[in-house]
Each structure stands twice: as C-alpha cells, then as structure tokens.
C-alpha cells in the first residue's frame, strides 16, 4: 500500500518558474526522502529530511517537513528543461520504504 | 563508482514463458531491494535482502516469483510462468543502511529492467 501520495500528479510550468510538490503520508516517521525519475531511467536521490528538521536546502532545491500535518513540500527553484522528470515522496513504514505515486513535472523551455 | 547494474535493460516474452533479471549492488552495500514499477506509478517493494536473508518478503508473489542473492552480492529475480499482469519495469536498489534507520536510508537504483509479456 502507498504511504505517501504526492499532490499534484502533474505539473507544467515555463523555464525559470519555481514547481511545489507536496506529499503527504499517514504514519508517524523517522525521515521522509525525495527521488527524481527522469524517463525510462531509475530513481535518483534528491534529499532526506529527518522528523525533527522543519527545512532543508540543496542547490536549488528546498524541502520542508511538518510532522504535525504529515506533510513535506518539495520546492524547485528557477526551473530547467532537465528538470522535466517524476518526483517522488518516499517514507519509511516499518523497515520498509515506500514510495508515492508521484508528480510528474514538465518544464517547458 | 560503479552504480547498480541491471541486467537486460529490455525483455519482451511471450505469457507462461519465464524471466530472469540480475543485478549487481554498489561494492559493500548490504542491503538490496527489487521493486516493481508499473506505468504512472511508484515503485512497490517485491523483496528486500539483508545480505544473503531474505527479511522481507511479504509482498513477492511466491506462487511464480522467486529470487535469490549470492553470497551476500548479486540478485536474481525470476518470474515463472509470466503473466500478462507482469508487465513492468523491475529495479533494484541497494543502501548501506536499512531504509527506516536514522542514517542515511538513502537508496540507490539501477536503471531497471522494462519487461513486456504479450
């Protein structure tokens, strides 16, 4: 079963708009990750937040976490065409990681 | 470094007839997981090694799937006989970490193995 279901499941904006994704999940967790999947490849690792972080930035990326609403936004700052992929929230239940459906984002040139 | 290496990239079978797909970790990752993807959807965890023990298995299909990890190292995973349903792409991952530990948990993923059963 999905933990974590990404909001929206598509999104299309112009070079240098800034994309927000939003997850939300059900369980309580220990960290929450995001992943790119770029067509007909596998999922790479974006960033990890931990529970007791609210915020996090890497490049031009930034994720915040609130525990109490069990949700995270991913937010992509002045986007690229390369930025055209899937993205996925994905969250520990158990031992196990599970991943949302996600978000598919077109960046338009 | 080497990432993980799948093998094949693309198989096309015909239904009842059986598969196999192999993958190679990251040197010294201990923990290996295949997922299955299917189109416009997450991946979903078919079985996840902790070395060469299987410790979570729940959601692999044991009537036709199976898999295997070679001393601790590679992985097979097999469908026999397939269906139609089994269309997918198949990804393995490996971490240095249990995914739901307090450390990285970070997966790394191959490029997977796009199966289509006619």
């Known amino acids: 079963s999905q933990q974590g279901e990404e909001d929206p499941q598509a999104l299309s904006i112009q070079e240098g708009e800034n994309a927000t994704m939003n997850c939300s999940y059900k369980t309580s967790i220990n960290n929450l990750q995001w992943y790119r999947q770029n067509s007909g490849r596998g999922l790479v690792h974006l960033i990890l937040i931990r529970s007791n972080e609210r915020e996090k930035h890497s490049g031009r990326l930034r994720v915040t976490l609130d525990t109490s609403k069990k949700s995270s936004s991913l937010l992509i700052t002045a986007s690229r065409a390369a930025d055209t992929a899937s993205y996925f929230c994905?969250?520990?239940?158990?031992?196990?990681?599970?991943f949302g459906e996600g978000t598919q984002l077109t960046v338009n040139p | 470094e080497a990432g993980v290496v799948q093998s094949p990239r693309y198989k096309i079978i015909e239904k009842k007839q059986p598969v196999a797909f192999w993958c190679n970790p990251i040197?010294?990752?201990?923990?290996l997981y295949w997922y299955r993807q299917n189109l416009g959807q997450g991946p979903e965890l078919l079985i996840r090694y902790e070395n060469e023990e299987a410790v979570d298995d729940s959601q692999l299909p044991k009537d036709r799937f199976s898999a295997e990890r070679l001393k601790g190292v590679d992985s097979t995973l097999k469908i026999q006989p397939a269906e139609l349903g089994d269309s997918a792409v198949y990804l393995c991952?490996?971490?240095?970490?249990?995914?739901?530990?307090?450390?990285?948990?970070?997966?790394?993923f191959g490029e997977g193995s796009r199966l289509t059963v006619l």
């Open positions: 040197s010294g990752h201990n923990t």
């Open positions: 994905a969250t520990p239940s158990g031992s196990r990681l599970t």
């Open positions: 991952a490996s971490s240095l970490d249990q995914a739901g530990s307090t450390n990285t948990g970070e997966l790394f």
